[in-house]
Every structure is written in structure tokens, then in C-alpha cells.
């Protein structure tokens, strides 16, 4: 679904450094969420807004921060990145709560 | 919080059998649940999803039941073929957060 793209689409980092993912929406919805995948562990939610106002932390948010630049725009921060954040990252957007969510095609990062 | 349940973590059927996932959840208050189809190196995607106010939801060869009384919730597949090979992700509402919660996944493998 390209209403939904996530850069980069893999990373490399080294433990300490900062990093940022992006996510952009054309879909024009107000809810986006940031979910991490770990083999055996399904998607866990780390950080959620429903408009540019509004963040909140989710199930596993210890290590990350976001900003909502704007309704379109939703960035993941690694303020000081561990190995244990090397996972599959996830962007995804909705109308409601009860509607389809719309996940980006995620970002792959390893930290060494 | 919701807490999801999700079984088996792994099934596989030959090509025309059936195939069963069953979930189980914890918030009595939630009203919505999503199923997620999740292809190899694809983002997740909506296959089907069921309110509370109805017991079971069919689009072609997929069908979903909710049992509310017991939290359970379960997906079925019919005639399964090749291209149904994924993982699955079923998931519920976190009433009082308007998030998703979802279950760990079950990879399903179809052989022909």
C-alpha cells in the first residue's frame, strides 16, 4: 500500500548512536501507530497519536520517543540504541478504532 | 490491558484441508476483532474482522466466530491453497485505549 511508506527501509547502527525512523501517510488519517515485530512476538504497539496533539505511549514505549510533525507525518526516535532493538519496525495508519489499520512496509533495523 | 492469546503458533495443512486458529482475549469490554494476514517479507494486511454484535462473518473462504461469553474468537479457512501460506495475527480492541492488542501469530504453511 504505497498511502504508507516508511524510510529507511533497512538499517545498521551501532549501539549509543540516535536514530530516527519516518513514517508518511496520503491516506489522510488521523491515528498512526508505531508496532515493533520480534520473531515469536507478534506485533507489540510502542507509541500511538490521534492527531497532532495527542501521543501516547503504548504496551513497550522504555527506549523510544515519537513526534507528529504533522497529520501526515509520525517519526519513531532510538534515543540511544541497544541490541535489543534490533526488530522489524512498523508504521500503520486508521480512521477509528474499528476500522482497518494500514501498515507501512516497515523498517528493518539492527543495532550492533 | 487486553491480553491476547494465540493458537497454535504453527500449522500445516496439505492443499485443500482446513485450517483453524483460534484466539482468546481478557477485556470483557472489548467489541472488535481484526484478523491480520502477513505474507513473507510483507506488511501486514486486513483478510477479515468481526463486532460483537454478530457470532460469525464469512467472505469466501474465510469465516470468523466470536464467542463473547467464552473470549474466544477463531478464524477458519476453507479449500486452503498455496497462496494461503502467512502468518496470521488476530488482535482486539483495548477498549479503554482504542488500540489493538494482538495475539503472537500462527504460521501457516499450505503445501500443495
Known amino acids: ?112 | 490491558g487486553e491480553n491476547v492469546e494465540q493458537h497454535p503458533s504453527t500449522l500445516s495443512v496439505q492443499e485443500g484441508d482446513s485450517a483453524v486458529i483460534k484466539c482468546t482475549y481478557s477485556d470483557s469490554a472489548s467489541n472488535y476483532f481484526p484478523w491480520y494476514k502477513q505474507e513473507l517479507g510483507k506488511r501486514p494486511q486486513l483478510i477479515i474482522d468481526i463486532r460483537s454484535n454478530v457470532g460469525e462473518k464469512k467472505d469466501q473462504r474465510i469465516a470468523v466466530t466470536l464467542n463473547k461469553t467464552a473470549k474466544h474468537f477463531s478464524l477458519h479457512i476453507t479449500e486452503t491453497q498455496p497462496e494461503d501460506s502467512a502468518v496470521y495475527f488476530c488482535a482486539a480492541e483495548n477498549s479503554g485505549y482504542s488500540t489493538l492488542t494482538f495475539g503472537k501469530g500462527t504460521m501457516l504453511l499450505v503445501s500443495p
Open chain 1, 1 to 112: 500500500d504505497a498511502d504508507v511508506t516508511q524510510t529507511p527501509r533497512n538499517r545498521i547502527t551501532k549501539t549509543g548512536k540516535r536514530i530516527m525512523l519516518e513514517c508518511s501517510q496520503t491516506k489522510g488519517h488521523d491515528r498512526m501507530y508505531w508496532y515493533r515485530q520480534d520473531p515469536g512476538l507478534g506485533l507489540r504497539l510502542i507509541y500511538y497519536s490521534f492527531d497532532v496533539k495527542d501521543i501516547n505511549k503504548g504496551e513497550i514505549s522504555d527506549g523510544y520517543s515519537v513526534s507528529r510533525q504533522a497529520q501526515a507525518k509520525f517519526s519513531l526516535s532510538l534515543e540511544s540504541a541497544i541490541p535489543n532493538q534490533t526488530a522489524l519496525y512498523f508504521c500503520a495508519t486508521a480512521t477509528s478504532p474499528q476500522e482497518t489499520q494500514y501498515f507501512g512496509p516497515g523498517t528493518r533495523l539492527l543495532v550492533l
